[in-house]
């Protein structure tokens, strides 16, 4: 006769045994990297105060424990996570991502010369490098001869393309897991990896910015009757956008499922890149569609004859992230239309498309108040605050999608046309801060509705 509960039984094994008896394997998948054995006190017992060994486990007095099971915490104090940045490590990952951007940039340059010709050769394998992170072109001219002429031969170009970002991201995650992953073995480690590939980063672009400002004569040069272009890329675009980029890529890659489930700032981190992509997502496969039924919203915009040698999924993929920024009730400029939600029917837009940004701003609701949700599925209690840093971590990612998509062609009387496809940055992180705090926190507090 079995007794309940003894080890021969098939219940105590599955339920009371840790490791198998016959090779020692472990039952129960134990997380111990949430748990630290920490000292309870440096040098006396809390017991008895007996002064003790630092090396020793037990009190020499009364035999207290001196060591204590906690949850494993960090600190993330500025002093602490700057001072234990690897420079080095830091170097390997921006750097050879750099160099892929380089060898790409070749090929970039060779595809361009069938569309451009010899005007190609004047932009350099570095100014494409930088454009392709999103920099700004500036284009200006200097001459004695043409004064009379003011501005009309000085141009800029400010084009951030989603598409081209997709490039240094890429490489960017390459080269993080060739040289860094295997260093990545905690919450805090992560944020010292994300800041120092991002500084150095964006360093890299800007010596690269400094050092490819270039000039050209034209006609009878500087002291003649010609005049000279002098064209760069303005280094304090790539600053921001290379600090940017690789802090983002490295913080959202780098982030394991196990830092998810013990910090909350990364979990929620995490969820917010997703919600964003996926609100973005369905609002470029919304765009596509409409586009195949006939909807001209391309045309209203007015800017068909700007892009008619642009490939129209490209521009579709731009124009859905100005839609989304519309979405979540921020002011966008495209083309001739400035769209904000209150005035969307005094716009020459048609009717058809009105009501189809009507339905984005709906979709945009629908899905942050899903975040709402998710997050009282994981953090029942904590409604304020986890929907407070979820607003926090929104108004940064869509700040940044204002950042990397801004366009403002600025073509002045040689081009003969402007072109802005803009957000307003700042306005864009007050904004979505607002709203998806009141809408997430809707979301949160209608789950707990019975």
Same mark, same amino acid.
């Given at each position: ?9 098939? =219940? ?23 748990? @630290? ?42 002093? #602490? ?12 990952? &921006? ?40 920099? #700004? ?7 004695? &001869? ?23 991201? @890429? ?10 992953? =295997? ?6 480690? !992560? ?24 000039? !050209? ?21 790539? !600053? ?37 992509? %996926? ?30 040698? +642009? ?17 979540? %009730? #921020? ?36 899905? !942050? ?12 209690? =904590? &409604? ?7 607003? @926090? ?9 204002? @950042? ?15 072109? =802005?496809? #803009? ?14 705090? +009141? ?12």
């Amino acid at each position: 006769m079995q007794v309940r509960g003894s080890e021969d039984t098939p =219940q105590f094994a599955n339920k009371f045994r840790n490791y198998s008896k016959e090779d020692g394997s472990a039952y129960k998948n134990i997380n111990n990297k949430r748990f @630290i054995l920490r000292r309870k006190n440096k040098l006396y017992c809390p017991n008895c105060k007996v002064k003790n060994e630092l090396s020793s486990l037990y009190c020499k007095e009364c035999g207290t424990l001196l060591e204590d099971m906690s949850k494993k915490t960090y600190d993330f104090s500025i002093s #602490n996570v700057l001072s234990n940045i690897s420079i080095k490590d830091s170097f390997k990952v &921006a750097g050879f991502a750099t160099l892929m951007l380089f060898f790409i940039s070749i090929v970039l340059k060779l595809i361009l010369r069938i569309s451009l010709g010899d005007y190609v050769s004047y932009v350099s394998i570095f100014d494409l490098i930088l454009l392709v992170n999103g920099g #700004n072109l500036n284009i200006l001219t200097n001459s004695n &001869a043409m004064m009379s002429y003011g501005d009309y031969y000085n141009f800029a170009f400010q084009i951030c393309s989603l598409i081209l970002l997709i490039l240094p991201i @890429i490489c960017i995650t390459v080269s993080y897991k060739k040289f860094m992953k =295997q260093k990545n073995t905690d919450e805090l480690t !992560l944020v010292r990896q994300a800041i120092g590939v991002g500084a150095i980063y964006g360093i890299i672009l800007t010596v690269l910015a400094l050092v490819s400002r270039n000039s !050209l004569s034209i006609g009878g040069g500087y002291l003649s009757s010609g005049y000279s272009l002098v064209y760069g890329v303005n280094f304090l675009s790539v !600053l921001v956008r290379g600090i940017l980029l690789g802090f983002l890529s490295i913080l959202y890659i780098g982030t394991k499922k196990e830092y998810t489930e013990s910090n909350m700032y990364l979990a929620i981190f995490k969820q917010v890149v997703n919600t964003v992509f %996926l609100g973005y997502f369905i609002v470029f496969i919304l765009l596509v569609l409409g586009y195949f039924i006939g909807l001209s919203y391309v045309y209203e915009f007015g800017i068909s004859g700007s892009i008619s040698n +642009i490939n129209i999924f490209v521009v579709i993929s731009q124009l859905a992230a100005y839609i989304w920024g519309f979405a979540n %009730l #921020n002011p966008v400029t495209i083309g001739n239309q400035n769209l904000f939600l209150p005035n969307i029917f005094s716009t020459s837009l048609s009717i058809d498309f009105k009501l189809c940004l009507i339905a984005f701003v709906a979709l945009s609701a629908l899905i !942050l108040l899903i975040s709402g949700i998710n997050l009282n599925n994981k953090y029942k209690t =904590q &409604a304020k605050k986890t929907t407070l840093i979820f607003s @926090i971590f929104y108004a940064i990612l869509m700040g940044s999608l204002a @950042i990397f998509t801004c366009i403002n062609v600025n073509g002045g009387s040689l081009l003969g046309y402007n072109i =802005q496809m #803009n957000m307003s940055v700042v306005l864009t992180m007050i904004i979505s801060f607002i709203y998806s705090f +009141i809408v997430t926190f809707i979301g949160f507090k209608l789950n707990n509705w019975d």
